[in-house]
């Protein structure tokens, strides 16, 4: 496949498929594809290389297994402040880049897509989910910021009142239930969500490139001129990481245990 995409982790692969489709699979089926720190900047370069891929008319991005991608890989050790600062720039950049992407993308939610997973879900052109799939903005439960997607898409897909809802709970929804307020663009059967996808890559991938591409640029002007309210949320983010809260939610994970944020406790009050 040329040198384009050849990163070779295996963390990520890529296929291309008839008239100009292109297939992108997340590939940690054993860690429900949650990101390791180098897949960030990995899926950062094949963003890139997707814009500059004259051969790929459309993207299709799923989720080998049973699961799209659950977010970064809780199990790794803590990132440290200059790993952090890196994850705001790689991030910043993946945004920009797939807004800026004039191919359709598609996303095929097989399983669940949480934090980082969904917001490759949502940014996303047309995002087709499985009924049961289950979707988990989750920042705010592990002690950070919403910082990767949350601000500049949910207000758009669903409203602000629903925005505010799921996102400062982090309550999950079903892919059919996203649906149903607006949040993706389908739902399905779980066997079906891929199949559908390449199906409608594929229409689009036979329909006028120049109509499609100058129609998504149009429309993708209401998020490019949004970015500022996700660059801050996502700088937000990051000083979480250096938090109290994120500490301990990182400990609590660890020790199988609820967490006890400090910000929570009383003034004084001893972790319990």
């Given at each position: 496949?040329?040198?384009?995409?050849?990163?070779?982790?295996?963390?990520?692969?890529?296929?291309?498929?008839?008239?100009?489709?292109?297939?992108?699979?997340?590939?940690?089926?054993?860690?429900?594809n949650?990101?390791?720190?180098?897949?960030?900047?990995?899926?950062?370069?094949?963003?890139?290389?997707?814009?500059?891929d004259?051969?790929?008319?459309?993207?299709?991005?799923?989720?080998?297994?049973?699961?799209?991608?659950?977010?970064?890989?809780?199990?790794?050790?803590?990132?440290t402040?200059?790993q952090?600062?890196?994850?705001?720039?790689t991030?910043?950049?993946?945004?920009?880049?797939?807004l800026?992407?004039?191919?359709?993308?598609?996303?095929?939610?097989?399983?669940?897509?949480v934090?980082?997973?969904?917001?490759?879900?949502l940014?996303?052109?047309?995002?087709?989910?499985?009924?049961d799939?289950?979707?988990?903005?989750g920042?705010?439960?592990v002690?950070?910021?919403?910082?990767?997607?949350?601000?500049?898409?949910?207000?758009?897909?669903?409203?602000?009142?629903?925005?505010?809802?799921?996102?400062?709970t982090?309550?999950?929804?079903?892919?059919?239930?996203?649906?149903?307020?607006?949040?993706?663009?389908?739902?399905l059967?779980?066997?079906?969500?891929l199949?559908?996808?390449?199906?409608?890559?594929s229409?689009?991938?036979r329909?006028?490139?120049?109509a499609?591409?100058?129609?998504?640029?149009?429309?993708?002007?209401?998020?490019?001129?949004?970015?500022?309210?996700h660059?801050?949320?996502?700088?937000?983010?990051?000083?979480?990481?250096?938090g109290?809260?994120?500490?301990?939610?990182?400990?609590?994970?660890?020790?199988k245990?609820?967490?006890?944020?400090?910000?929570?406790?009383p003034?004084?009050?001893?972790?319990?």
């Amino acid at each position: 496949m040329s040198d384009l995409y050849n990163h070779g982790t295996g963390n990520v692969l890529v296929e291309r498929h008839d008239d100009g489709v292109l297939l992108i699979t997340i590939n940690r089926p054993s860690r429900y594809n949650s990101l390791t720190l180098p897949m960030f900047e990995e899926m950062n370069r094949i963003w890139a290389d997707v814009e500059r891929d004259d051969d790929t008319r459309v993207v299709v991005i799923t989720g080998a297994g049973k699961a799209f991608c659950t977010g970064m890989d809780v199990a790794q050790p803590d990132p440290t402040p200059e790993q952090a600062l890196a994850m705001l720039e790689t991030e910043r950049k993946r945004v920009t880049t797939v807004l800026r992407i004039e191919k359709p993308i598609i996303s095929a939610i097989n399983g669940p897509a949480v934090g980082y997973g969904l917001s490759t879900a949502l940014l996303a052109d047309i995002s087709i989910a499985a009924d049961d799939a289950v979707l988990i903005e989750g920042h705010t439960k592990v002690g950070v910021t919403a910082g990767d997607h949350a601000a500049l898409i949910w207000p758009l897909l669903v409203g602000m009142a629903k925005t505010k809802y799921y996102v400062l709970t982090s309550e999950k929804l079903t892919g059919a239930e996203a649906e149903r307020i607006g949040l993706v663009s389908l739902s399905l059967p779980r066997e079906q969500v891929l199949p559908r996808a390449l199906e409608v890559a594929s229409q689009l991938a036979r329909g006028s490139q120049q109509a499609l591409r100058f129609t998504k640029r149009a429309l993708n002007t209401w998020l490019t001129n949004a970015v500022p309210q996700h660059e801050l949320s996502a700088a937000l983010e990051i000083l979480d990481f250096a938090g109290a809260d994120y500490a301990e939610a990182r400990q609590a994970f660890r020790e199988k245990r609820p967490v006890d944020f400090p910000s929570a406790r009383p003034a004084g009050a001893p972790a319990n």
